[in-house]
């Protein structure tokens, strides 16, 4: 083994005695830290200054020890990819929504809109998100003093939507509430199923879990290690946004489902275990959900959204190119039967946009990506709209407006 020889230390030309190798050390670290602190510093300038190639946007989201995430209050953000360009505008509530009162103004009926990223919709502009279309639709319609509200937050499944409904909804004493269930909902209900889908990466997220005896049992939201700093950080760093949205994208498959990503098996026609107790807890949450808002005195609604396998006949093929098959057991037409059911058994009104949305494709010839962004699957403006007046029908047919109270203002 070749050794190399350390010099002995000498005085330099000055007579001054050499620092200690430890010494070295440290400044080589100090060196290293205020460099990294320099390279930060330039990115974050960078990010704020420069325009960026496909994706901009700022912090808006926040962790949140009770929901698991929220919106952060009084924010205005643009936030843009190649194929849209959004406002995120958050009023002091902390909700993509236009400012309201806390107190219901006298005469005033209020509906309650409840989802995830897809009635969040940060990729379209304010006025263009479903609860303010639904309200120019309603004005024009003769329904004066209607205030229909999104209260969504992206990644949010059923249980995080009754415990927002019960800790800020509820406050705003809404009339109607509806929920926007969408397929991913059932695996956020899940404290096994969520952390394995998303694998790498931590959500913060409550869960209910199913005793011995089937009733529920609470988990409430992890605590955060350094959250004062993160949240600090997060609020004022565009890098950490940054790095942590590249972080998402950073998604190996780690658990499958008959050889494709697990998150598919909410479609399986045979159900395991963990998706068994999925749709058990999802049942169970949904009647609870039912059970706080008819307790306040108001009506409670479960949306269905559609997905790809109902608006695009040509899902199968996609599939096979995104995922290389589709396994034996694939039934995506068990999932709507199944949610139908547990609704039933929840004693849940439900309501479905799929006819809707069909009926609308078909009759203007839509291509895809029908009602959604070709770089993104969230909902156009289009999307927006149609699901709009699609909600103002269902409404109406099922009798949870009051009279209209003259013509269009």
Request: charged residues 20%; aromatic residues 12%.
């Amino acid at each position: 083994m070749m050794h190399i020889a350390v010099p002995p230390e000498t005085h330099d030309d000055r007579g001054a005695p050499p620092l200690s190798r430890r010494k070295r050390l440290v400044f080589q670290l100090i060196s290293i830290g205020l460099g990294f602190v320099l390279l930060a510093g330039v990115g974050e300038v960078l990010l704020r200054v420069l325009p960026l190639g496909l994706f901009r946007s700022a912090p808006f989201r926040q962790y949140d020890p009770v929901i698991g995430v929220s919106l952060i209050p009084n924010m205005r953000v643009s936030h843009s990819r190649g194929c849209f360009t959004g406002l995120v505008e958050t009023n002091r509530w902390g909700f993509r929504d236009r400012d309201r009162t806390l107190e219901k103004p006298p005469g005033t009926f209020r509906i309650a809109l409840i989802g995830d990223s897809a009635v969040e919709a940060v990729q379209v502009q304010p006025e263009q998100v479903m609860n303010i279309q639904m309200e120019k639709r309603l004005r024009e319609e003769g329904y004066k003093n209607i205030e229909v509200m999104n209260f969504a937050v992206e990644g949010i499944g059923t249980t995080q939507e009754l415990l927002l409904y019960k800790e800020r909804v509820r406050q705003f004493h809404p009339d109607v509430v509806m929920i926007l269930f969408a397929d991913n909902d059932v695996w956020n209900n899940s404290s096994t199923l969520q952390p394995k889908i998303f694998g790498i990466h931590t959500w913060y997220a409550p869960y209910y879990d199913l005793g011995p005896n089937g009733d529920l049992v609470f988990r409430p939201v992890a605590p955060r290690h350094f959250n004062s700093v993160l949240s600090y950080l997060e609020l004022h760093s565009y890098l950490l946004y940054y790095l942590e949205r590249s972080w998402l994208k950073i998604d190996p498959t780690l658990y499958k489902w008959r050889g494709i990503p697990l998150g598919y098996g909410v479609y399986a026609d045979d159900l395991d275990p963990e998706w068994t107790q999925a749709w058990a807890v999802t049942e169970k949450v949904l009647a609870l959900t039912r059970q706080s808002v008819e307790a306040d005195g108001a009506k409670f609604a479960l949306i269905v959204e559609p997905d790809s396998y109902v608006t695009d006949p040509q899902w199968r093929e996609k599939m096979v190119k995104s995922e290389g098959q589709v396994p034996a057991g694939f039934d995506p037409p068990l999932f709507f039967e199944r949610l139908n059911q547990i609704s039933a058994q929840a004693g849940v009104t439900v309501m479905s946009l799929i006819p809707y949305m069909q009926a609308y494709s078909a009759e203007h010839h839509l291509q895809p990506p029908y009602f959604s962004f070709p770089c993104d699957p969230h909902y156009s403006p289009m999307g927006h709209q149609v699901i709009a007046d699609a909600l103002v029908q269902e409404l109406k047919k099922d009798n949870l407006l009051p009279p209209p109270s003259g013509g269009p203002q």
